[in-house]
């Protein structure tokens, strides 16, 4: 296979990690919105933690777009 | 790359604005370091203009800087403890610093200096090392048995205690990597909608223009966030260190 082909079908690979990012963030969100609306007391307490859990999951999609540059500029 | 001129990645380029070569090193004042002396002379400049009056009912200025610093200890006091207050100054100039990197990064055709590895590895480096060495201060050699979980049998503990040095020694890199590409995706997503703008004209251009306009808040959000939580983070290995809780 022509080595620049390879290179772009592996960045092209690399977005697959998405899917899980997607399912986490989706999760996070969804907890938060569930818990919320069977405590709205507490809500405002955790949005803090949800927040940083959301900043944490965002973090593994942008290693995975890491993976994705270095095949596309390094290699 | 051939078109390197029109590539998202242009703004990322480092220049040298004054050369200065010490015994054959490099140490030119770059575009990058104009812009960490002018985060610094910002956060400098807000918190002397603030603080200035020092009055008991605190105008608006006087309220934000008071903010930030009960927003820093509070954090500080939740996760690490009254333990934690004598390094309150090193994670305060931390969080302000990469805020207002971040923010200053915001403003058009500014330089982002959070969006080099380097410049955050170098900041995660020293909390990793800052740590360890808090650690190993406090508890001696104590410190080792932080990579020891309890209640585990023995025939599971060579595994896990690599596991848990490998998690350790991990932690500057996730720590940086994480600011760092999500400054660069973000101003990389934004010069990217902001070609399609161009490309589409007048006509077409409107629906990118729109939407650049709201990642543009999207990345303010970011840029605050991604300060929160790298200062977060450097509290929580404090707690590590000080109070060795897993």
Redesign the interface.
């Known amino acids: 296979m022509d080595p620049a082909a390879a290179k772009l079908i592996g960045a092209g690979l690399a977005t697959i990690a998405l899917a899980g990012v997607g399912v986490g963030i989706g999760n996070i969100f969804g907890s938060f919105v569930s818990g919320a609306l069977r405590n709205p007391a507490a809500a405002p307490k955790v949005f803090g933690n949800v927040?940083?859990g959301?900043?944490?999951t965002?973090?593994i999609a942008?290693?995975a777009?890491?993976i994705a540059?270095l095949l596309l500029?390094v290699f | 790359m051939a078109e390197a001129a029109h590539s998202p990645l242009e703004q990322f380029k480092i220049a040298r604005l004054f050369e200065i070569h010490v015994g054959g090193v490099d140490v030119s004042f770059t575009n990058s370091a104009l812009f960490m002396v002018i985060a610094i002379a910002a956060i400098t400049a807000f918190l002397l203009i603030a603080t200035r009056q020092r009055a008991l009912v605190p105008t608006r200025l006087q309220s934000m800087a008071e903010l930030s610093y009960e927003f820093i200890a509070n954090m500080i006091r939740d996760n690490v403890g009254t333990a934690g207050m004598k390094y309150f100054p090193f994670i305060f100039s931390l969080f302000m610093f990469i805020l207002f990197c971040n923010l200053i990064g915001m403003i058009p055709f500014t330089f982002t200096v959070t969006s080099h590895i380097i410049v955050t590895f170098t900041m995660a480096l020293v909390v990793f090392v800052g740590v360890t060495i808090i650690g190993f201060a406090r508890h001696g050699l104590h410190f080792l048995k932080f990579f020891v979980p309890p209640g585990v049998p023995m025939a599971l503990l060579p595994m896990l205690v690599v596991i848990e040095v490998l998690s350790y020694l991990i932690r500057p890199v996730s720590l940086s990597v994480r600011l760092f590409a999500n400054m660069t995706a973000g101003h990389t997503m934004l010069k990217v909608f902001g070609g399609f703008v161009v490309m589409l004209g007048i006509l077409g251009g409107w629906a990118p223009l729109a939407f650049v306009v709201a990642l543009t808040g999207l990345e303010v959000l970011i840029a605050v966030l991604q300060a929160y939580v790298f200062t977060i983070l450097t509290c929580i290995y404090l707690n590590d260190a000080v109070h060795m809780h897993h």
Do not use: I, M, N, V
Request: proline share 0%; glycine share 0%; aromatic share 24%.
């Open positions: 927040l940083l959301f900043a944490l965002e973090a942008l290693f777009l890491l540059l500029f």
